[in-house]
Nanobody, 121 residues
């Protein structure tokens, strides 16, 4: 099995910062990409940022210049540094992984349990 465990969410005032972490564990052979998605109440889940195994990144337009995604391949961990937060960033943030297991199966649909980020005005 594969597990993704997120941490770092919480309540912050507008203009503040938070850092999310997501650690992957289990029968992992190779992680191709990891990313962060978010879902606000009444809205669809959307991509926030994604990073590949070689460090290529892409961001949602709404977070460019404010959020930074990074990863530690040795620790199988991805981070999301969020600066200049505003109330529109309030959502449950989910970690996602596209990986290959030691059984040779690739699956891009691994998700963490989600962590709440609330930004007060």
């Amino acid at each position: 099995q594969v597990q993704l465990v997120e941490s770092g969410g919480g309540l912050v005032q507008a203009g503040g910062s938070l850092r999310l972490s997501c650690a992957a564990s289990g029968i992992i052979f190779r992680i191709n990409a990891m990313g962060w998605y978010r879902q606000a109440p009444g809205k669809q889940r959307e991509l926030v940022a994604r990073i590949t195994s070689v460090g290529s990144t892409n961001y949602a337009d709404s977070v460019k210049g404010r959020f930074t995604i990074s990863r530690d391949n040795a620790k199988k961990t991805v981070y999301l540094q969020m600066n200049s937060l505003n109330p529109e960033d309030t959502a449950v943030y989910y970690c996602n992984a596209d990986l290959v297991t030691i059984l040779g199966r690739r699956n891009s649909d691994y998700w963490g349990q989600g962590t709440q980020v609330t930004v007060s005005s």
